[in-house]
Structure formats: structure tokens, C-alpha cells
């Protein structure tokens, strides 16, 4: 079992900053393969980013450009999401999400899917104003 406690979400102007994080419990950080993901009314769960923490593999979402950026600190079991240059069209829930063996060992698109996660965090809601 894997939990997941997410944080760092909030109500910001266009063209700022926020940094999610994601600490993880229950099984070996170095394992899993984490995954943020987003949700809004108007858009289906997508993929934004990923990281595999055996290896520091990084994928993001083809929105993201350069503004989005996956990190990690082993001391804290904890993966961030730093979200520059914001837009109003980035207002959703933000979820992380974890694989874990045998399911993180797979690369590639496998990352982009949700239904390859085993574990979700509970959401954190970001909210861009124009």
C-alpha cells in the first residue's frame, strides 16, 4: 500500500508560480514511478509529467513547454511539481499518482496513462486568474 499526501495548491495570477508536492509512503521511494496528472470539468485526466525514481527517467505532457518542471528529494519520499508561467487554462485538479513494480519498471507512453497507476494522492486544486 502506497499513500500519497499532496500539497502546494492555490489560487494564483497568470504568468505565476506554484510547486506541488507529492510525499510518498509504504513501499521504496527509489521503486515507483510517479505521474501528475490533471482534471477540469472541461478536459478528461491528463498527463503532465512523470517521473521514474529508479532511474530519473522524464516525460511530460506536450502542453507543458518548458514551464513544468518534475523534481525529487529522496530524504523526503517527496516529488514536486514546479509550475511556472501559469495560465488560466491550467486551472484543475492536479492528482500525483504512483506505479509501483512491476508496473513502474515500464517505460515509454506507459506513463501517460492512468490506468497504469496503482495509487492516487488525493487532488489539489489550482486555480489561474486572469
Known amino acids: 500500500q502506497v499513500q500519497l499526501i499532496e500539497s502546494g495548491g492555490g489560487l494564483v495570477q497568470a504568468g505565476g508560480s506554484l510547486r506541488l508536492s507529492c510525499a510518498a509512503s509504504?513501499?521504496?521511494?527509489?521503486?515507483?514511478?510517479m505521474g501528475w496528472f490533471r482534471q477540469s470539468p472541461e478536459r478528461e485526466r491528463e498527463f503532465v509529467g512523470g517521473i521514474r525514481l529508479m532511474d530519473d527517467m522524464l516525460d511530460y505532457g506536450d502542453f507543458v513547454k518548458g514551464r513544468f518542471t518534475i523534481s525529487r528529494d529522496n530524504a523526503k519520499n517527496t516529488v514536486y511539481l514546479q509550475m511556472n508561467s501559469l495560465k488560466p487554462e491550467d486551472t484543475a485538479v492536479y492528482y500525483c499518482?504512483?506505479?509501483?513494480?512491476?508496473?513502474?519498471?515500464?517505460?515509454?507512453?506507459?506513463?501517460?496513462?492512468?490506468?497504469?497507476?496503482?495509487?492516487w494522492g488525493q487532488g489539489t486544486q489550482v486555480t489561474v486568474s486572469s
Open positions: 499518482a504512483a506505479r509501483v513494480p512491476p508496473r513502474s519498471y515500464v517505460g515509454g507512453t506507459a506513463a501517460y496513462y492512468p490506468s497504469n497507476y496503482n495509487y
Open positions: 509504504g513501499r521504496t521511494f527509489s521503486s515507483l514511478a
